[in-house]
């Protein structure tokens, strides 16, 4: 999200929730060297070799087998920790612009982007007791939050209903991962009340089902509360998170904070307060980072297609960590959208098709908002703006939280559309065609006034969009490996593009405007 919406889009989550913050407190062709080792695994894409589709509207030997798309994203993975400004994210620019040159691309650049650069070296978290013990606990900084240098402090639980008593302590604040059906949001923002052809679940899996996304109540807001109150300092508690994990990137605004904060785990934030409960307690606090404005990029290539009007299709190449699905898997089906399309006769190219790798995702979506202020004047002639994030695999809880294990199930499927008819027809076509289950067509204001999104801004310029995005609880987190790739749906994902691409052959960006519904 970029920073413009950061307010908003909390209080739209929840009020569209239909939950009470209070309530919560309680509760983004080069192919790989093993490819023809693997195609033979690519569940069938490798039969239908020189063949149409049955409706002749994707040519199926030119999209990219399974093993070429996960290739490229086990690639990404294996440079390490891609945050914007790192070696690794470095690297994925160039990589990236190296294969569209080699996919036949043209005028391929690297647009500079400031950035804010956020590297923590030494981090600490040591208590002591109200038995006078030391003990060290496993932590992570808060990003972008402020250094301490042995900062010691008395802790004080926060409370809602008493904020004040955190004023020059360290606050231990709880986060619960907010958790809601899984088919919420199919009706919310503009979308009609009946979600008769906005939920694509032939097998019926998301009645019932719960989903757990990446983020608490406050959202990036996390250390406001305490900030507000005059803590000297954060203590954020991942409350019942799956996995019981510390490794959490949130808040990526690229905002600096004026007081240091770390994140602990759930058990041992109830340790925490067990501990408060017996009497006093110290924490000592130490956080070296660096935080600096740097030059990233975003990375661009074209096709010409059979007319000047543009589709872009876009994610970004940053991520919080090594960081499989974000957004390695987002990097990988753009290079698969282009191999596609380059490999297409100009006229078979319903518009020009510019391919777009936003840089600075995880730095308050610095690409995303420096793409738009650089090509304003292009936006009126886009027809459309496909955004690819986020090809996930479900884990579920089990035992008591800490244990994790694949459901065999993708995370729940959002794609917001914007609410032309003709449009949304043509996603949820693309998506019963390609048997892309456990799907939902969103209206593109079904969280607040635009998509949550590396492609938010976009529809706010009134630019029409399809931005797909899944939000596994893991999103932000070190266990964001290629085990949690929804490797099977990786070559259907990457045809139900290709038709909702199609699907624009013939239609203008003034009558794709003119027929969205407010």
């Known amino acids: ?19 009470t913050a209070g ?37 199926l030997s030119d999209v990219p087998s399974q093993a070429t798309i996960f290739g490229w994203i086990s690639e990404v993975v294996e440079q390490g920790i891609r945050r914007p400004g790192y070696p690794a994210d470095e690297w994925a620019e160039d990589w990236i612009a190296d294969r569209f040159r ?47 240098d042995g900062l010691d402090v008395e802790l004080a639980a926060f409370d809602q209903a008493r904020p004040d008593a955190v004023s020059g302590q360290a606050s231990l604040f709880d986060v ?13 923002g503009s979308a009609p009340a009946d979600p008769i052809g906005r939920i694509i679940d032939p097998d019926g899996s998301l009645a019932g089902a719960e ?33 019981d994990s510390f490794n959490y990137f949130v808040p990526y605004d690229g905002i600096a904070r004026p007081i240091p904060g770390v994140w602990v785990n759930g058990t041992d934030g109830a340790w925490l307060r067990d501990q408060l409960a017996r009497g006093p307690v110290r924490v000592r606090l130490t956080v070296a980072s660096e935080q ?11 096709l010409e297609g059979f007319d000047d009007e543009t589709v872009i299709i876009g994610s970004h190449h940053d991520g919080p960590w090594a960081s499989a699905v974000e957004d390695g898997s987002g990097i990988s089906l753009v290079l698969a959208q282009a191999t596609y399309w380059a490999a297409q006769p100009v006229e078979r190219r319903p518009h020009r098709l510019v391919f777009l790798l936003q840089g600075g995702h995880m730095s308050g979506g610095a690409g995303l908002l420096g793409y738009i202020e650089a090509h304003r004047a292009e936006l009126a002639d886009v027809v459309l703006e496909v955004h690819l994030e986020h090809a996930a695999l479900e884990l579920a809880e089990t035992g008591d939280g800490a244990e994790l294990e694949p459901t065999g199930q993708p995370v729940p499927r959002w794609f917001f559309t914007s609410r032309n008819p003709s449009l949304e027809a043509a996603v949820a076509e693309a998506l019963e065609t390609e048997e ?60 139900a593009t290709i038709r909702i691409v199609e699907s624009t052959r013939g239609v203008g960006a003034a009558e794709m405007r003119a027929g969205v519904v407010t």
């Open 211 to 243: 989903h757990i996304v990446p983020f608490g109540a406050q959202f990036q807001e996390v250390m406001e509360p305490s900030m507000e109150a005059g803590a000297a300092a954060f203590i954020g508690t991942l409350t019942d998170y799956p996995g």
């Open 1 to 19: 999200m970029g920073r413009m919406s950061r307010r908003w889009t909390r209080r739209a989550f929840l009020t569209r929730s239909g939950i």
């Open 436 to 495: 892309l289950g456990r799907s939902m067509i969103l209206a593109p204001d079904a969280f607040g006034e635009q998509p949550p999104t590396d492609g938010a801004f976009y529809h706010s310029e009134g630019v029409p969009v399809m931005n797909f995005l899944t939000a596994p609880f893991y999103l932000f987190d070190a266990m964001d490996t290629l085990d949690k790739i929804d490797r099977e749906n990786l070559v259907s994902l990457t045809r």
């Open 292 to 302: 600096e404005q740097v030059e990233s990029h975003n990375v661009v290539g074209e």
């Open 102 to 148: 080699a996919i036949g691309l043209a005028d391929v650049r690297l647009e500079p982007i400031a950035v804010t650069r956020w590297e923590p070296t030494d981090w600490s978290l040591e208590v002591v007791g109200a038995d006078g013990r030391t003990t060290t606990l496993d932590c992570f900084p808060v990003p972008f939050s402020a250094p301490a």
């Open 23 to 59: 309530a919560l407190t309680l509760g983004a062709v080069a192919c790989s060297s093993s490819d023809d080792d693997d195609d033979a695994a690519d569940g069938g894409a490798d039969e239908t070799q020189d063949e149409m589709s049955a409706d002749g509207v994707v040519n």
């Open 176 to 188: 619960p991962l907010l958790r809601i059906p899984a088919d919420l949001f199919a009706t919310a």
